[in-house]
């Protein structure tokens, strides 16, 4: 499928960023046939929730398994390895050449498909520099991106905000899938690249990630689908 044959629907990915696999369970149940593709991160990992990933794709549904590896490469492969067996659609690497390298080695021909994580959504060039780093943002979202198409991975993790670059860099052949993601009136919590649903996807987004808009809305399958429909309406599908 072309990133353009993705139904609006579909674009939509919920971090499940919650405490235990019965929350989970009770969240996925909460937003029924509205939502097909998922997200696992570290806090529902760590609480037993690896498992899911195979429940849910049993069920029809996407999974993103977002365990943001960054190890030696031979670490990562067996790793990666690990993690195609379990029935996910995307895992998540962070953009160094030896971890990028690695993952697509343990991907092999499985149909997983390895996203690289640019720069964290939450940091600013501020940020980057406290880490040691000399690049902006910018400048190092779109090398490691250069990076990660050389190395063979399938997409990139990035805020929405440099969509439009890494377009012209990586063209459609990766999938940009963007955290970061706030409905207008949200708040923007620890998120410092942000932007609404509608811009991320007028921007040139192939998915959105959204968590806390919408496990801790009153009526999370009401923000879905109005997120769902805002991604419809910028596709002008
Ligand atoms: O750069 C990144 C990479 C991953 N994330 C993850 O996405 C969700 C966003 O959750 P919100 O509650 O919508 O802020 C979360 O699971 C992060 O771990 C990211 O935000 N930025």
């Known amino acids: 499928m072309t990133p353009a044959e993705i139904a609006p629907k579909d674009r939509l990915i919920v971090a499940l960023d919650l405490p235990s696999v019965d929350a989970a369970e009770a969240m996925i149940a909460r937003l029924g046939d509205s939502v097909t593709f998922y997200k696992i991160g570290y806090q529902l990992a760590y609480a037993g929730g690896l498992p899911l990933i195979g429940k849910l794709a049993d069920k029809g549904k996407k999974v993103f398994a977002d365990l943001k590896m960054h190890d030696i490469g031979n670490t990562v492969t067996r790793g990666v390895e690990s993690v195609a067996r379990l029935g996910a659609t995307f895992v998540t690497v962070h953009a160094y050449p030896q971890t990028m390298k690695g993952a697509v080695e343990g991907r092999g021909s ?23 780093y ?12 250069q990076q990660a198409q050389v190395l063979g991975v399938d997409g990139l993790v ?80």
């Not at 000399?134 to 991106?145: M, N, T």
């Not at 905000?161 to 409905?183: D, F, W, Y």
């Open 158 to 237: 990035s805020s929405p905000e440099e969509v439009g670059a890494l377009r012209k860099i990586v063209g459609h052949q990766m999938s940009l899938v963007t955290p970061g993601i706030r409905p207008a009136g949200s708040a923007t919590g620890d998120q410092k690249r942000i932007m609404t649903p509608g811009r991320a996807i007028a921007a040139g987004a192939d998915y959105l990630v959204v968590g806390r808009p919408v496990v801790e809305a009153a009526d999370p399958k009401a923000l879905a689908e109005a997120i769902q429909a805002e991604i419809a309406q910028a596709l002008g599908a």
């Open 134 to 145: 000399r690049l902006s943002v910018s400048e190092l979202v779109e090398a490691r991106a």
């Open 110 to 132: 499985a149909s997983l498909k390895i996203l690289a994580v640019t720069v964290l959504t939450s940091y600013n060039d501020d940020d980057l520099h406290a880490a040691g």
